[in-house]
């Protein structure tokens, strides 16, 4: 407690953050937030035998962390001690959700392009449906779940009914998927021209679309993050993180952000993550760093290098990076067979005199 309150008191008069090498229960990061504050540390590294993670989820309680690798292995830890809890074999996943219920997870299977229930204390897996998904995400309740894929269709399924209850055929293969706020529309990207979208879900109507001036890699997988205080879509598209005005699709910032008439500059994010009060937007990519970013605006709040400097893979790649529901987790999973679990510790300035 000493050692926060001491960073707490450095960053205030020093900077607007700073970074931090870990060294035993130091921070990595220390940023100051407007009235309030964040003290980053290093939780925890789940070693997965030098498997690439594929994508991670807390469920919505934060006791039970769950990751799919590349062979097909579901893992799943609890957090108050970090032992493994489950493991599952399954065929070669891509993404994930935890269902608000606490008792199921969706893995879509990538190579027999099955969209599968797997309960989560038992293992038992239940087949939703043989259409290929590259990406999935519940709404808000869990009643209802979203997916597109490589086959330019967007489907909603009731989980209630376990059926497919709207669908609509879009301009391309659908890379990352959310639903907007108010759950009427759909917003997701396509790899056919970068394109980012809106669609009405009852009608399938595009509502707006923007293609920026670059194409990213097909088979890149990135994020869709939608935040209903700022209004904002944000996107991960071409190595940046782009934010779009959700009724019109206005383009509000990016970052990193340039000079106007400047190149970008890449960075090469490839995941990114809303905190649930939509205060921090967390991103991580090929650097070996994460990125802490005011969703607002776009600015920088700080970065930090994700593992011990002496202990990591120099360059590691990072495909899912995720907040705890309640915020107090950050999780990143790597290419080098790693979970990357850090704590998020908050305070208002008031709360101690400089």
């Known amino acids: 407690m000493i050692i926060v309150l001491v960073a707490i008191w450095a960053v205030r008069h020093v900077s607007s953050f700073i970074k931090v090498d870990y060294i035993s ?17 290093r939780k925890a590294i789940l070693e997965v035998a030098d498997k690439h993670i594929m994508d991670v989820a807390f469920n919505h309680e934060g006791d039970m962390l769950v990751a799919t690798d590349r062979p097909g292995n579901l893992h799943v830890w609890r957090t108050f001690d970090w032992k493994v809890t489950k493991k599952f074999k399954q065929t070669p996943s891509l993404a994930l959700d935890v269902s608000p219920d606490n008792t ?18 038992t293992g038992e897996k239940t087949p939703l449906s043989d259409a290929p998904q590259w990406d999935i995400c519940f709404n808000s309740d869990g009643s209802l779940l979203a997916g597109g894929g490589c086959d330019n269709t967007v489907r909603i399924w009731d989980m209630s009914a376990k059926r497919i209850v709207h669908e609509f055929v879009v301009e391309g293969g659908v890379n990352s998927i959310a639903f907007s706020p108010d ?16 669609w009405d879900i009852e009608t399938g109507t595009k509502l707006w679309g923007e293609v920026p001036d670059y194409w990213f890699t097909e088979g890149e997988v990135p994020d869709t993050l939608v935040s209903s205080s700022q209004n904002l ?12 005005n959700l009724d019109n699709g206005t383009l509000a910032w990016t970052f990193p952000q340039v000079d106007p008439g400047a190149s970008p500059q890449y960075i090469g994010i490839q995941s990114a993550d809303l905190s649930s ?15 802490l970013i005011d969703p607002g605006n776009g600015v920088e709040i700080g970065r930090f290098t994700a593992e011990n400097p002496d202990n990591y893979k120099t360059g590691w790649w990072c495909d899912s990076i995720t907040f705890s529901r309640n915020g107090s987790m950050l999780a990143a999973g790597t290419d080098s067979g790693k979970v990357l679990v850090f704590s998020i510790k908050r305070w208002q300035s008031n709360d101690m005199e400089p």
Not at 184 to 193: A, E, K, Q
């Open 104 to 121: 199921l997870v969706v893995s879509m299977l990538a190579s027999d392009k099955n969209l599968m229930l797997v309960d989560l204390q």
């Open 25 to 41: 229960q130091r921070p990595v990061l220390v940023a100051e937030l407007d009235d309030a504050g964040i003290a980053v540390f």
């Open 183 to 198: 759950e009427t529309r759909i917003i997701g990207c396509s790899h056919l021209g970068s394109v980012v979208s809106a």
């Open 233 to 244: 879509a944000i996107a991960v598209l071409g190595g940046e993180l782009r934010a779009y």
């Open 277 to 291: 009060d939509e205060s921090l937007t967390a991103a991580a990519g090929n650097s070996g760093t994460v990125y």
